[in-house]
């Protein structure tokens, strides 16, 4: 498993890319309606790796994860959307919404099976 500062590294890199290529193809994807749609959710994606990033950052200083990473991170993700088409904030944030109930529950799944085997411990 990656430690918090490689998954740090790496997803900011990833953020930087992704971000860097949907501002080169930010004409293709507002050109027609699936595209704007996919454009939604590549800045989705960007909500989630700005996420990681966040939530390993603040592991590395010792500090504790909350709503205030989620929310700086949907909205940085959403300002993303907004150079693309208005449409895209609308799907970002329903993508983005889906992503962090899905994020919620593995993150959930896993701490029970961590807490289940310290229990057997």
Do not use: D, P
Request: glycine letters at 8%; aromatic letters at 10%; a positive charge.
């Amino acid at each position: 498993m990656a430690g918090s500062g490689s998954s740090m590294l790496y997803s900011f890199l990833l953020f930087t890319v992704i971000l860097s290529l949907q501002e080169m193809y930010r004409g293709k994807l507002a050109s027609s309606e699936l595209f704007t749609i996919l454009g939604g959710f590549i800045s989705s994606l960007l909500f989630l790796v700005l996420l990681t990033f966040i939530g390993n950052f603040q592991e590395t200083c010792g500090m504790r994860t909350g709503w205030g990473a989620v929310i700086l991170a949907e909205a940085v993700a959403l300002v993303a959307a907004s150079t693309v088409h208005r449409v895209c904030i609308t799907t970002c944030f329903l993508f983005s919404a889906a992503l962090l109930y899905e994020v919620n529950k593995i993150s959930a799944m896993v701490l029970a099976r961590s807490e289940s085997k310290t229990k057997r411990l």
